[in-house]
């Protein structure tokens, strides 16, 4: 589904991705651990087309396409969802007019009609029962004054309308306590399916409780250190990340 | 700074052929007029001669062209038109649902062929600022050209020495006007055309109205309004005024609004600049009685070189009044826009609590924004604060908006819809609320209603 | 630490001006009056080459077709330009080349000020340049500063020592054309400091010049010149004070500041002319033309300022960003009590690509006075990805004082960010109330609360020049706590 070779990504000609590879099978759950700073946020926002970023060499291919020159609408519209670790608050965009219009807009790309104010009111009630969101929310503007907590939600609640193939999840578990943590979990796990995949980057293990990965892998200074299976995550959990920074500090580059 | 020599010969040139135009018409001025008006002329067109037309010297008009726009003069029109044309029939299409009491004004006067003077439930009066003059004088005589001091500027008196007619609203002591009165002042004439329309808007003790003005231009011509709006509010009346003003890229539109508000009253202003060529909408205030409260709220879309300047004044002279300014305004292609605010409080006006804002989003390089918020306070027991910005639409909210598909058109007009709203929720009226919101969806869309009474979609531009 | 704290508080309760005394000194004066004579003559005095003649006259004949600027919140009663003495110097032999041929009644007077001019005596980390009336009395550690290159004297020498570049900088910041008094300067100035840091150099200690007005009658019109060369640094300070009379006395001052690629110069300030007496009688007005020019990528040109003395003060130190990547601050505290009016701010020009200004204004307002915030912030077309933000707070201490605050911004560039914020306030009941609970006086209570308000702008002081503003500012609230 999602292949990506010899990733190098700078910023501001700084380079922050080293030569990244990763493939990613529809089912499978793949995390992506590391130490701050590594790159992981930047992965997830390459992934999905942020154009703050630039791809010096390497290529990402989903579901046979070239993604390095599509637009971030039209990865959307794909299937590719990115859970953003900082929610921006868009003050004055109504969650309904906003969910709408993205619904519609993906639902035009695959050459189907609109669903109609009723239709979608419906569809929209059953994603929210299905990832327990607050109803209330729905009303008010895209993230403007949500708790740490609510604004997570409301990651997980869109990705249950769009329905994405690939789910980026980057960082959800930060700010969460544990009660949030376990909805977040339940909603990323009722919408697994055979067809789709998703990735998890975390800092922590913690969230791997719940979302049990197939496979882990370590980022570390831009690159993919070490992976393996969901073992890993335990020996991170057990042993922090300085033994990483030892091993690769000095060889790595 | 200095201006070429001959920009003020020539300024000093138009004061002198508008004083002729005076002279030359005085008798058909004031035959349409009552003598109350009539006994203000002389003197105000003296104040004229000796203030002339504001400069860019002229602190408070800097930013904006004020002599270029008497120059070359225009034609002025100083009788009411004949329009035949069935106006309703042409209007009908812009706020449709709206349950108002509708009046037409052509050209800055009541068409001959309606009512001058109507009076509605509760003894409300609406009509014909000039026929109010003859019918009621004991109101005007108390309330007509007494709250233009708080700014007096040649442009307005101007207006004094040459105004005959306009809205005149009131409402008696203890009455509550349920239904909105809507005004449409159209504009339309053979010709480029000058007017000087005067509005007088009194509101008794306890009293409440709801106001809705559309400022219309049906024909492709240039269009000069210097209008003047006095209002009063006595104690405990409250106001709301709404205002849209869509007219051609020709047109220029001056208006200067007065509020003068006693204790305890409440006036809330909120004024939708659509389209224009060029806009200057002066708003002075006078809070003059303790807990009295003026919100003057104002959204400016502009595009190609329209020039949409607002000038705010609210002048605290009371304790414990409450104002809030608020300003937004998107800038496309190469519009210009400018905003002054300012607050002042009195030495006596002891616990004020005044806000201001005013927030720009710049879409190309060559949009370009001046702005002014000022704080002028002399008393200590105050909260008063303003704040200014100018930047673009925020590159994260895009980027998150177009990652769930929306594409970038879409999300751009998201963003800039969000940003307007801060301006539209605060319209009183809930259809009229909705009724503008979609008036700016489809003004930031660039398909403003294809409608007669919008003057994009004839004449020589192409929309 | 509590001794300390004692000195302070005496200082605090019997805050007066103290700077406000006179010393009898023989002096040079010219009589009174403005004409093209009186600047050849002044000129001739100072015995200058003749482009500095021509730049005088130059400027006087284009001051003569200016009138004063009006748009300035203050109220500034007629001046009679004609009854001012524009030259007066302490007499002296020949120009002093050491301590020991300076009038021992000067040192006493530096001294008295705080400014000891023995260098033995002087703290080693500021040379100083101390200016009475119209003339340069003495530049402390200029040997020291040479064997770096540095070059720091009085604007006389500099323009017999090194004429060259007086010539290409002196107006290049402020022309003489700029405004009413930057013209009257220009025509008039009669001294002032010079400062050159070569490329590299990082100047190792504070330079300072310290202005002295003393005879009656005069104006002092001096003129300050930095020119910081390719990565240089520089941090600048300048004090002020003159005897308290009831006539009023004019200083209409300039500086002008160039940077290069890669310079840094701070600018500080703690004004503290005579503000006049409780009544409004007499103190300085204070017309002041600050200006500097980041020339070069990655300049950076910091003002910071206390303003607390002068009955009038109209002054705008601004930053000229040229340089991609060149940085303007300006941080100001402004103090008015009494019958003080004060009209400052700033101006950010940005030119260049990715320039950056901050502005942090706060004022203070006592007594009967009016303080004005007026502020520019122009980004022009090719300026992209301008930044500024400006915070401009007042505060009001009293019913009978005003505050004001006037922004302009004029954004010419859609990648510009430009953000202003204002406040206006007073010290809150609750605050007082809060401190009295704990055993702090009600007076006690306000000064540590202007204290923190000033916090952030005291800060960007040197040490040495912090310590004495927060000392200013609690004299010059004396007695405004009702």
Known sequence: MLSIQNLHVSIEGKPILKGISLEVKPGEIHAIMGPNGSGKSTLATVLAGRDLFEVTEGKITYMGKDLTEMAPEDRAREGIFLGFQYPVEIPGVSIVNFMKTAVNEQRKYRGKE??????????MREKKDLVEFDSQLTNRSVNEGFSGGEKKKNEIFQMAMLNPRLSILDETDSGLDIDALRIVARGVNKLRSKDNATIVITHYQRLLDYIIPDYVHVLYDGKIVRSSGKELAMELEEKGYDWIRQEYAGNGR | MHYPMNTMIQNQETEKLLRETFTKNRDTIERFSADLMNRRRKEALEHFMQEGIPGRKTESYKYTDMPGLFSPLLHMNLQPNHVHMDVKEIFQCDVPELDTHIIFLVNGFLPPNSTPLEELEGKVLVGSLAE???????????????????????????????????????????????????????????????????????????????????????????????????????????????????????????????????????????????????????????????????????????????????????????????????????????????FTGRIRVRQDAQKTMAYQSNNNILLTDEARINTKPQLEIYADDVKCSHGATVGQLDPAALFYLRSRGINYREARLMLMYAFAHDIISHIAVPPLRERIGDLVDKRLRGELSRCNACHINCGKLNY | MEKEQDKLLREVTSGEYKYGFYTDIEMDTIPPGLSEEVIRKISLLKGEPGFMLDFRLKAF???QKMKMPGWAHLKIPEIDFNSIIYYAAPRKKKSPSNLDEVDPELLETFNKLGIPLDEQKRLTGVAVDAVMDSVSVKTTFRETLAELGIIFCSFSDAVREHPDLVKKYMGSVVPYTDNFFAALNSAVFSDGSFCYIPKGVRCPMELSTYFRINASNTGQFERTLIVAEEDSYVSYLEGCTA??????????????????????????????????????????????????????????????????????????????LQGDYSVGEFYSVAVTNNFQQADTGTKMIHIGKNTKSTVVSKGISAGKSNNSYRGLVKVLKNAQNARNFSQCDSLLLGDRCGAHTFPHLEVDNQSAIVEHEATTSRIGEDQIFYCNQRGISTEDAIGLIVNGYVREVINKLPMEFAVEAQKLLQISLEGSVG
């Open chain 1, 114 to 123: 609109p669903l109609s104010a009723s239709d979608f009111l419906k569809f």
């Open chain 2, 132 to 338: 109010a003059a003859r019918r009621h004088p004991e109101l005007l005589e108390k309330h007509y050209d007494r709250y233009t001091s708080l700014n007096p500027e040649g442009l307005v008196s101007l207006n004094t020495a040459f105004a005959q007619d306009g809205l005149f609203l009131y409402i008696p002591d203890g009455t509550k006007l349920e239904r909105p009165i809507q005004v449409v002042n159209m504009s339309v004439w053979e010709d480029n055309l000058m007017i000087q329309q005067r509005n007088l808007f009194i509101l008794g003790k306890n009293s409440a109205a709801s106001l809705i003005i559309c400022d219309h231009t049906l024909a492709p011509w240039r269009f000069l309004n210097n209008a003047v709006t006095e209002i009063f509010l006595d104690e405990q009346a409250r106001f709301d005024l709404s205002r849209v003003q869509n007219e051609n890229n020709s047109s220029q539109h001056i208006s200067h609004t007065f509020a003068r508000q006693e204790t305890a009253s409440t006036m809330t202003s909120n004024t939708i600049t659509l389209h224009g060529g060029l806009v200057r909408n002066n708003f002075y205030a006078l809070l003059n009685g303790e807990h009295a409260e003026n919100n003057t709220y104002g959204l400016y879309l502009s595009d190609r070189n329209q020039h949409i300047d607002n000038f705010s004044f609210i002048d605290h002279a009371a304790p414990n009044c409450t104002s809030n300014q608020l300003f937004k305004g998107v800038l496309d292609d190469q519009a210009t826009g400018a």
């Open chain 3, 61 to 63: 004949r284009h001051w």
């Open chain 3, 243 to 320: 005897p308290m009379r009831d006539e009023n006395q004019l200083h209409a001052a300039i500086v002008e500041i160039v940077a290069m690629k890669g310079a840094e110069v701070k600018y500080s300030t703690v004004q503290n002319w005579y503000p006049g007496d409780k009544l409004g009688r007499g103190g300085i007005y204070n017309f002041v033309t600050k200006r500097g020019i980041c020339r070069g990528e990655r300049a950076k040109i910091s003002w910071t300022q206390v303003e607390t003395g002068s009955a009038i003060t109209w002054k705008y130190p601004s930053c000229i």
